[in-house]
Nanobody
Framework: QVQFVESGGGLVQAGGSLRLSCAAS????????MTWYRQAPGKERELVAH????????NYADSVKGRFTISRDNAKNTVYLQMNSLKPEDTAVYYC????????WGQGTQVTVSS
């Protein structure tokens, strides 16, 4: 079955960095777009970053452009989100996701940025 396991979240001070990982299984990872979303308390889930199957094209939410970088390793079935210059407003649960006819989600990893 399709499964995503996120890791790498935690507590960090403003200005710090974290690297999230999402290990995927149960489908042909190298042929699908992958997306990171986040959901802050009391807010709707929002798209953070998106990457095409070969990694040749990426897109970012305006709020994270220049600070976050999405990448993938198709040999490891893993997508990453490098987050630099973190701000308190980046505090959220981060999810990796893919559209495989229906949208699949991981369980999420908490990122907390203290001021």
């Amino acid at each position: 079955q399709v499964q995503f396991v996120e890791s790498g979240g935690g507590l960090v001070q403003a200005g710090g960095s974290l690297r999230l990982s999402c290990a995927a299984s149960g489908f042909t990872f190298s042929t699908y777009d992958m997306t990171w979303y986040r959901q802050a308390p009391g807010k709707e889930r929002e798209l953070v970053a998106h990457i095409t199957p070969t990694g040749g094209s990426t897109n970012y939410a305006d709020s994270v452009k220049g600070r976050f970088t999405i990448s993938r390793d198709n040999a490891k079935n893993t997508v990453y989100l490098q987050m630099n210059s973190l701000k308190p407003e980046d505090t959220a649960v981060y999810y990796c996701s893919a559209w495989l006819g229906v949208r699949y989600w991981g369980q999420g990893t908490q990122v907390t940025v203290s001021s």
